[in-house]
């Protein structure tokens, strides 16, 4: 990055207009009133499900569980014809080769977390080592953590560059900047964290790493989405965008969308653009959608839990 | 980095229509006039359709009230005055108030279909925002009934009377409300005309009002034309007229007020304006611009129809309200998604169309937004001018109708001098992020209403009222109830 570049981004970022909370309430809350039924209801229902990266990150995550999430990840619903499967399966480092042989030959990709996650408490050296550790397991795509505590203490450019220098090391891999919002507390801040991400090289950029709360909240999904359309506007670049944490019901994965139809428009509804990451939101969605075919809902029992 | 475009139409995804369901609501094919708890038949025998503006259809017959008729609503209120209203104590009214909004409650889904049906307004709109706020106004002023002494202390206050009260089409039941609950509250008795194209809730109210067993002839529901309101403008038996409505009609009740001794308070038209400082929170001041000038089809008084934008932010803004537009869902007012409902009347979409004709020669550069309307009904598309200034007829008279008008401004001063360069005074919006620079406006604009950071809110507890032409009196929190005491020591 040449330094006279860097310092017109950094006008860019500082740039950006406050954001006044209770408006944005407001906004996702008209969102939440739109009424979202039968033909829609359907085709969003199976955007949702083609748009999840099935999620495991757990201190007691074994080869045993990853494998059997990775066959659920494709059989999503083997007694429904016609349903699409996930979009990744989100896992450790650790569990990479396991993730990649589970699913040899099917066009699920593998997301791994790296970067010391998810406090994201480590030195460059160990960060640049855990992600090569994931491209070289085979991994597509990389969910990096920023440093919260350097960006909270100002130290923009700390995070901006180590952003650059994870990217670089990622190669072909995706790379999805998780902002950790619950720990960035303002959305002024949310909305500065995206900036940066985005010009430092983010192809992604991610509210969360399912260990903080508040996690993906409306609020802060709205802010983030209003950052990726400021970016295509400037730079004509289009950055794909994942909640994750806490959405795990049918209807707020659908109002989800329907901030991403309604602020980005249709070119973002499409899993190379839009991803949810859920451990628990799959079923929910399977569930609301025979219900939407049968008239009635089936037990959970009917469902498979990986 | 494969950042291809991608223009393919599969990924369209476009609501499927969601309709609220009509089957649980009842409308009468005929109503007569509502005098003393009691449907009685106009005596000129005469009715007038009222339809629904979204498929011309009509709904029901409406009773046309003359001055006899008049006569009869303001006797059996003057009567109930006399011998309940003001005889019973503060705490029985405020039962029959409480009753009276619990009821409403109770009704609230019919009340916001009917409204839906009548008035043209999407029911997101009635459901979530007129008909609560209509109960609202009753639970709020049922509060105050018996504590009239703590919201005038150390003074003594007495009700006018009977009080004749001449609302709108806009927000029929809202405006009802705001009329008649300060009024009982402070012990007066009324006859209510809504206007002719939005009876029905009205109506609907009267059938509330009997079964809630209000004594009858305190609240009298009289339907008709602009005849019917002048001859209870003209009734000599009237101790206040409330209007709310157009200038025109105000300045006319006010000269036939002239002389008669009756108190009145009016709440005229406007041409608000909604002024964005290069400092404001952009995207929250863009959907404050939407909810100021396209909320009811842009048929709010305090619309937010001058819009002010600071001209180093101006062109990021345009483009932003535009792309927020095209997500804007005009159409069926029952469908849950629907942003944009039907103008109230055919006359009133001939009058926005005539103004869109005067923008269009004037030079200023319309914009409106894409897709047609629908094949029946009074549809107008969400407008915006720009390449306005203050001398263009756009903005300078109040258009009622979706359509913005956007004009540039440099400093501070230029624009308040510009906000208040205009003969009405009813509210104002004010977006920075900056609290000295709200409070340093909020002193010198001319606007009975100034929102900082947002538009078109409105609580029983805040007053609300205009400047200039745009009327006198205040409605809403205690003001609002002084307008219907007179304080006699």
């Known amino acids: 990055m040449l330094e006279s570049n860097q310092h017109s981004i950094f006008q860019t970022i500082n740039a950006a207009s406050p954001i006044d909370k209770v408006g944005v309430e407001e906004r996702v809350a008209r969102f939440q009133t739109r009424s979202i039924k039968d033909d829609a209801k359907a085709q969003g229902l199976k955007m949702v499900l083609s748009m999840i990266d099935l999620t495991t990150l757990e201190g007691k995550d074994t080869p045993g569980k990853v494998k059997q999430m990775c066959f659920k990840a494709h059989h999503l619903h083997d007694l429904h014809p016609n349903l699409p499967q996930v979009a990744a399966v989100c896992v450790y480092p650790s569990m990479v080769t396991i993730a990649k042989q589970a ?71 995706r790379l999805k900047v998780i902002l950790e919002t619950g720990e960035l507390c303002t959305l002024d801040n949310v909305r500065k964290a995206s900036d940066i991400a985005m010009y430092a090289g ?6 969360s790493t399912g260990k903080i709360q508040p996690a993906a909240t409306m609020q802060v999904t709205y802010t983030m989405l209003l950052a990726i359309k400021d970016y295509f506007e400037a730079t004509g670049k289009m950055i794909g965008m994942k909640p994750a944490g806490g959405i795990s019901t049918s209807k707020l994965a659908l109002h989800n969308l329907v901030m991403v139809n309604e602020i980005l428009g249709p070119n973002w509804l499409h899993n190379e653009w839009f991803r949810f990451g859920a451990s628990s939101l799959a079923n929910d969605v399977l569930m609301q959608l025979l219900k939407l075919e049968s008239g009635s809902y089936q037990s959970p029992n009917y469902f498979t839990l990986d | 980095m494969e950042n291809k475009k991608n223009t393919s139409k599969d990924h369209q995804w476009l609501y499927s229509p969601s309709l609220e369901s009509t089957s649980h609501i009842e409308i009468k094919d005929k109503y007569e006039l509502f005098i003393n708890n009691e449907w009685i038949a106009p005596t000129s025998n005469k009715y007038f359709d009222t339809i629904n503006p979204a498929d011309e259809k009509v709904l029901s017959k409406i009773a046309w009230a003359n001055a006899q008729d008049v006569d009869k609503a303001v006797k059996a209120a003057r009567k109930a005055y006399d011998e309940v209203w003001s005889k019973i104590s503060a705490g029985d009214r405020s039962k029959y108030i409480f009753r009276l909004a619990r009821m409403m409650q109770e009704k609230a889904r019919e009340l916001a279909v009917i409204e839906t049906l009548d008035a043209g307004k999407p029911i997101r709109e009635s459901r979530d925002i007129d008909v609560p706020l209509a109960c609202n106004h009753f639970f709020y002023y049922a509060g105050w009934a018996d504590k009239l002494d703590y919201a005038f202390p150390n003074q003594k206050t007495e009700s006018l009377g009977v009080v004749g009260q001449i609302i709108p089409w806009n927000f029929p039941l809202m405006m009802a409300a705001w009329k008649i609950a300060p009024a009982l509250a402070a012990g007066n008795t009324v006859v209510l005309k809504p206007a002719e194209t939005t009876s029905l809730t009205a109506l609907k109210l009267a059938e509330i009002i009997k079964e809630a067993g209000i004594p009858p002839g305190v609240i009298n529901i009289i339907t008709g034309h602009g005849d019917t309101g002048e001859a209870l403008v003209k009734h000599p ?60 089809q842009g048929h709010v008084c305090c619309a937010g129809s001058r819009l ?29 998604n629907t942003d944009i409902g039907a103008i109230n009347t055919r006359e009133q979409l001939q009058t926005i169309e005539k103004y869109i004709q005067i923008g269009i020669q004037e030079g200023s550069v319309i914009f409106q937004c894409e897709g047609a309307l629908p094949a029946i009904g009074f549809y107008c598309k969400p407008t915006i001018f720009t390449n306005v200034s203050q001398s263009s007829v756009l903005s300078q008279e109040e258009i009622f109708g979706p359509v913005l008008t956007i004009q540039t401004f440099r400093t501070i001063d230029e624009v308040i001098q510009k906000a208040n360069n205009s003969p009405y ?54 003001h609002g109830l002084g307008a219907y005491l007179k304080i006699i020591k």
């Open chain 2, 237 to 296: 038996d009237i101790n206040k007229i409330a209007f709310t409505g157009s200038t025109q009609v105000g300045k006319a009740i006010q000269k036939a007020l002239v002389g008669t001794g009756k108190r009145s308070t009016l709440e005229l038209g406007g041409k608000s304006a909604n002024i964005i400082f290069d400092d404001a929170p952009i995207d929250q001041a863009v959907e404050g611009i939407v909810n100021g000038i396209f909320f009811n």
């Open chain 2, 308 to 336: 002010y934008v600071q001209e180093n932010i101006a062109e990021k803004l345009v483009e932003k309200l535009k792309h927020r537009m095209k997500s804007l869902i005009l159409g069926n007012p029952l469908d849950k």
């Open chain 2, 425 to 478: 005074g009813l509210a104002a919006g004010v977006w920075t992020d900056k609290g000295s620079k709200i409070f340093n406006l909020t002193s010198k604009l001319k606007a009975g209403v100034v929102w900082a950071n947002t538009y078109n809110k409105f609580d029983p507890a805040s007053p609300f009222g205009g400047y200039k032409e745009s009327g006198f009196g205040r409605e809403g929190g205690m």
């Open chain 1, 103 to 173: 699913l040899k030959g099917t066009s699920v990709k593998i997301a791994s977390v790296a970067t010391a996650f998810p406090s994201g408490q480590s030195n460059l050296e160990i960060k640049l080592a855990d992600v090569k550790l994931a491209v070289d397991s085979g991994a597509d795509e990389i969910d990096m953590v920023i440093s919260r505590g350097k960006f909270l203490s100002g130290e923009y450019n700390f995070v901006f560059d180590e952003i650059g220098m994870i990217k670089e090391a990622c190669g072909v891999a």
């Open chain 1, 202 to 207: 983010a192809d992604f950029i991610k509210t």
